[in-house]
């Protein structure tokens, strides 16, 4: 065959670095989009921030807002908080304009709500807090060894994570540590301080707590031999079998039962406990003048601005440099610029949402409606993945709590009038119809599905296991008590 040429014409989307980092922006969380300014910090000369935003993001106070401000003058390369008269269209998100205009998030000193979270002193791990209270016990320095060996064992539970052979055969034989010593030095650790630390199994752990107990404590002896002999009895609330088999009374298991429920079954978890996330909202919802309004939380949003100095070097300069300097500037401009229009869809999506779950705010889950997706999409005019974006690791500060977007979207079951009912306000139904039952007859999945059809609610009876695994509430049978 003879080489060839060939003429054909197609079309392809390519998006612009620019709206490639809008989505990139839009897509990332509160705390991810901090990093990534954190970064472009670092690596844009020409990008500046106008106060230490590092130390605003991350605070997890909310600040009241005042229009007394809102008629400061700020650069036009500087990024939120922007102001009344600063509004302009932007290609990105489906061509949504920006307005900020309804925000109000201009900060006023006087009129602030200050609920800070100091972060805890940093404790010990269980191990360092074992080997101290060691070095300060009457033990010998070769029993102090042994207890060490074991101490090291441990897992972060507490528990002793392998047996004591498998512990005798990896010691050196120079040692000539024997099983004896070590189940020895076992006691010794189990004796060291907080009671349950060096168990091998459940069972133990828990019945060392109890044989800590003072003597004279109600039914202490029959709580230890329950959980040493029957626990999976317990577990399966077959109280018919350990009534027989430990021939005690119905108050008797009772009180031991709740002697074992107040025990902890991983006393190791205590010691170094780890800060936990915090989130820091980026929206705010609050009741203006009997109206429920979202408003951006100004702690959540970075303060840029281009370096007016290099700027201005940029234009009195032409080299071969110039050109670099001219693409980093133009990139700190994108930057800002999508950041604001990052926060703008944020806060229409969210007023969106509380537009639609005003019932919520107002009642509680239980009155949440349903909501989709292509719903927020419709109304606004974007794309239904815009949204997906916007509601993804996104957190609203409401008076009942903070709550992901996504946390108001859910599918609608059928009703006998013809309506739909909230998967969530279903789950929140069901929290109460367990919380309001009768412990010694527990409402089976069955009975719940034939309670809520009498309230005009259609549901299977596996919808209902469905939602009431996914809100950790046990089966029938385990929910049952004395």
Known sequence: MKPALQLRLSQQLTLTPQLQQALRLLQLSTQDMHQEVARMLEENPMLEASEDFTSSAFTTETRTTSSDNSEKNSSPDEAPPPHDDDRETNDNFDNEPTDWSANGITRSDDDEDDTRFEQPALQNTLREHLHCQLTTSSLDNNDRQVVGWLI????????????????????????????DDLETALVQLQHLDMPGLGARHLGECLALQLKAMPEATQQRDLAIRLVSQHLDWLA??????????????????????????????????????????FVVPDIVVEKVKNKWRARLNIEAMPKLRVNQIYAGILQQRDDKNSSQLSTQLQEARWLIKNLQQRFDTILRVAQAIVERQVDFLEHGEISMRPLVLREIADELGMHESTISRSTTQKFMLTPRGIYEFKHFFGSGLSTES????????????????????DTKKPLTDS????????QGIVVARRTIAKYRDALRILPVNLRKSL
């Not at 005690?248 to 006393?267: F, M, S, V, W, Y």
């Not at 739909?420 to 919380?435: D, F, G, N, P, Y």
């Not at 009975?447 to 009498?454: D, G, K, P």
């Open 152 to 179: 090291d064992a441990l897992d972060e539970n507490g528990y002793l994570a392998q047996s004591l052979e498998e512990i005798e055969a990896l010691l050196p034989p120079e040692l000539e540590i024997t099983l």
């Open 418 to 437: 013809g309506g739909t009912c909230s998967s969530t306000a279903i789950r929140e139904l069901i929290k109460q119809l367990v919380s309001e039952e």
């Open 236 to 277: 399966a609330h077959d109280f018919t079998k350990i009534k027989r088999s430990l021939r005690c009374t119905d108050d008797e298991l009772r009180t031991a039962q709740h002697l074992i429920t107040g025990l902890n079954p991983k006393p190791g978890t205590e010691f170094g406990q780890t800060v936990a996330d």
């Open 447 to 454: 009975r719940m599905s034939e309670i809520l059809a009498q």
